[in-house]
């Protein structure tokens, strides 16, 4: 990077390498720090982002400028991992300082050691919410710091290439589009759009109910949505429906069977993920592939869904769900049941990424999301590299560790705010 350490320093008061791209350290450094000498964190820090930050093109809500937040992990070694998490920074960040004097002073580099002390730590109150996503963040910061020690991209890592590139497809949605891209107005279009951009999957919202109800007006005009693309493209292009949530099992089992006619890649959230046995029934009585969504964190949860057969595809945010780490064990599980994988990833730059290097490293990946509005207009204002679908598929870089090469003006101008939360 052009701009120095110093420099840097000098103008952002971090200490990140991180925050300038995860850059390689020198040959010496990294002699030093590949030897059996242990390491510590001495210092973590919260880095949020404006509240009226809006990027342009986007709806204008707050989820057009940062959902997200960093967590930083400072090493006695100058090095120092990035980790992501989201959307609710307050009740994350107060998470993060109860969690602080559990991660002080350790190695870094014991990724398996500090997560199961931060998982018990939140399993003992109640597992997930805001300690599961502050433990997600924390075990990318991990791994990004073992990646620059030892000079290897994240996904070598993770065990490695099982593929040179991985196959996205594209949310489509009202808060995260611009102009012809929102839901609804043209669905045909949006496809068309996508598709001479070698996109050939797109997730899709169509079924809207109120007390968790569909009518059968309802319905009819969810699956116009459907019919519209199909018309438009054939089966050029996949279609995944998201329900996100918002049905009682009656009208779930009524839009899964309505469906079938349809080719849909996956049904994904038809009901909230609460209760297994009611997912098995749906699966077992459609031959709609139901997908388990982001809304559940770490193997324990999905555990029944693969035992009762209540599932056909699953998902998970690496931010969310227990970090990379517990992403991929997650679906080692799913693997041995014959389920694929199909990460969520409409947060930051650095869930993006990171997903991009879990999915490389997958010999069960389906496919992955991504969001144009995303990747075109709000990840560029925070990272120089952002990885941009080419013929549908993307690829992780190859720097060390994440290998997100942050933009430092974020820091000069004032679009970002570094709280230490915690130091030794």
Not at 73 to 79: A, R, Y
Not at 376 to 383: D, K, L, R, S
């Amino acid at each position: 990077m052009s701009l120095s350490r110093r420099s840097f320093l000098k103008h952002t008061g971090t200490a990140s390498l991180a925050a300038l791209g995860n850059t390689a350290l020198p040959a010496a450094t990294r002699a030093a720090i590949d030897n059996t000498e242990p390491m510590k964190i001495t210092r973590i820090d919260a880095v949020t982002f404006r509240k009226d930050l809006h990027i342009g093109g986007g709806s204008g809500s707050s989820e057009d400028g940062a959902e997200f937040w960093w967590v930083q992990l400072h090493t006695d070694k100058g090095i120092i991992g990035m980790g992501e998490t989201y959307p609710y920074p307050q009740a994350e960040i107060g998470a993060l300082k109860e969690y602080a004097h559990l991660m002080l002073g350790r190695d870094p580099r014991d990724i398996d050691g500090i997560w199961r002390a931060l998982h018990f730590e939140g399993a003992m109150r109640t597992s997930g919410g805001a300690e599961m996503r502050v433990l997600s963040a924390v075990n990318m910061a991990q791994l990004d710091i073992l990646g620059q020690a030892s000079g290897l991209p994240l996904y070598r890592l993770l065990g490695g290439r099982t593929r040179s590139r991985v196959r996205v497809y594209n949310t489509t949605t009202d808060y995260w589009a611009i102009n012809d891209m929102k839901m609804g107005r043209d669905t045909m279009k949006i496809a068309k759009f996508l598709l001479d951009r070698g996109i050939t999957g797109m997730k899709i919202y169509p079924f809207e109910a109120p007390d968790h109800y569909l009518s059968n007006q309802a319905l009819e005009e969810g699956l116009n949505w459907v019919r519209e693309i199909r018309d438009g493209v054939g089966n050029k292009m996949d279609i995944c429906v998201d329900c996100w949530g918002r049905f009682d099992f009656p009208s779930a089992m009524r839009i899964a069977k309505a469906l079938e006619p349809y080719n849909i890649m996956y049904l994904e959230d038809a009901m909230l993920c609460g209760n297994a046995k009611t997912y098995a029934r749906l699966a077992a009585e459609t031959s709609v592939p139901v997908c388990i969504s982001e809304t559940l964190a770490s193997r324990y949860e999905y555990r029944e869904f693969f035992e009762l057969k209540a599932c056909d595809v699953i998902m998970y945010d690496v931010t969310w769900c227990g970090g990379p780490c517990e992403a991929k064990r997650i679906s080692d599980i799913a693997e041995t049941y014959m389920i694929p994988t199909s990460p969520h990833t409409c947060g930051g730059p650095l869930l993006f990424t990171c997903s991009a290097h879990l999915a490389t490293a997958l010999p069960d990946l389906l496919i992955m999301e991504s969001n144009y509005w995303k990747y075109a207009h709000q990840y560029p204002y925070f990272v120089n590299n952002v990885p941009v679908p080419k013929d549908g598929h993307v690829t992780a870089p190859e720097l060390p560790g994440i290998g997100v090469e942050i933009r430092p003006e974020l820091f000069r101008n004032g679009d970002a705010t570094v709280e230490t939360v915690a130091k030794i």
